[in-house]
């Protein structure tokens, strides 16, 4: 059973488990695993009746209140976890999980003083874990929209520490308390410093995007893409809003998945008032089935109705179901039968 579990075959566990039945093993015992089993099949409910019956047949170890207060938890029910936590606490105070939970439980339960005390004791309990204990402290204070404050708090740990992952979480703080210049300023310096780190190039061009410099978010994704070619796409979006429409069709070629490349090369083309490349698009969108989308089936009605096909823009336009790229359509034929009239 024991190796079951530490191998995380819940599954197995349990049909062991149900073998076993309760009268052949301590019954506190049997319920702790029992709940344990539950909860890792994220069955909460079943796992919170489990353990409930734990404590009933004298389990009161700190992991019964822990896996108890996380099932609960699971299930909103964030003042009887915090309760949970209360008994057997005086054991269950010397686990780092049990602050983070502890600290998560009392947000939750609308007491964010108690949850950044809660993580700041934990912080000062486990050293080994404090960076993580105080990245948790200026998270909740953006989530609470005491921006400035999470700002004064991430650069206190910044002078601490040398993690890429505090630096984005910082940056991530300043950007999000409306400095997305000064989150630019250092999440640059962060890139500088650790840059093998994916994640900041892309906390970055947000920050850049929000600071209103789309074309510098372009050209950071687009020097990106060269190793990462996912990226390419969302660089040719930076590169639309930056109005480089040119710039954004050529990164656009570089999008190596094909419906995603041929849905925003439509919106380009028709951005750019290039009806006839637009028009052009429909045998390839059709390959990759995006002419099964009404939106995309309109937007190709529209592109042959500025190039004067009505007759093609009449057969897509056909096609259409949804009520509300309908209603689209039929303006769009009023105004095909006024160019025909």
């Known amino acids: ?68 207060a996380q099932a609960l938890l699971d299930l909103d029910r964030a003042p009887e976890a915090l309760a949970a936590l209360e008994e057997g606490w005086e054991t269950a105070q010397s686990l780092a999980a049990a602050w983070l939970l502890r600290a998560e439980a009392a ?80 999440l640059e310096e962060a890139r500088l410093r650790f840059p093998e780190d994916p994640n900041l190039v892309l906390r970055l061009a947000a920050a850049l995007v929000d600071a209103e410099l789309p074309l510098a978010a372009g050209v950071l994704l687009e020097r990106e893409a060269l190793l990462r070619p996912e990226l390419a796409l969302e660089a040719a979006e930076c590169f639309r809003r930056a109005g480089q429409l040119t710039r954004a069709l050529s990164t656009n070629a570089r999008v190596t998945e094909a419906e995603a490349r041929y849905r925003q090369r439509l919106g380009l083309l028709l951005e750019a008032e290039d009806f006839q490349r637009a028009a052009a698009l429909e045998p390839r969108l059709s390959r990759v089935g995006l002419l099964r989308e009404d939106p995309v089936v309109y937007a190709m009605a529209y592109a042959r109705f500025r190039i004067g096909d009505l007759e093609g823009a009449g057969e897509l336009l056909g096609r259409i179901s949804d009520p509300e790229v309908f209603e689209q359509a039929t303006r769009l034929r009023e105004a095909m039968s006024r160019s025909a009239g």
């Open 1 to 68: 059973m024991a190796l079951l579990i530490r191998d995380g075959h819940w599954d197995r566990a349990q049909t062991v488990l149900a073998g076993i039945g309760v009268q052949g093993v301590d019954g506190g015992r049997y319920y702790t695993l029992q709940g344990l089993i539950f909860l890792r099949q994220q069955e909460p409910e079943r796992a919170a009746e489990s353990l409930v019956l734990a404590r009933e047949h004298g389990e009161h170890g700190p992991f019964v209140g822990l896996y108890l």
């Open 107 to 186: 947000k939750r339960a609308h007491l964010p003083e108690e949850a950044f005390v809660a993580l700041g004791e934990g912080g000062d309990r486990f050293p080994e874990r404090a960076e993580a204990f105080r990245l948790r402290q200026v998270l909740l204070l953006v989530e609470l929209r005491l921006y400035q404050s999470a700002v004064d708090q991430g650069r206190q740990l910044l002078a601490t520490t040398d993690s890429p992952r505090a630096w984005a979480t910082v940056g991530e703080a300043l950007r999000r308390a409306g400095q997305p210049e000064e989150a630019a300023r250092l």
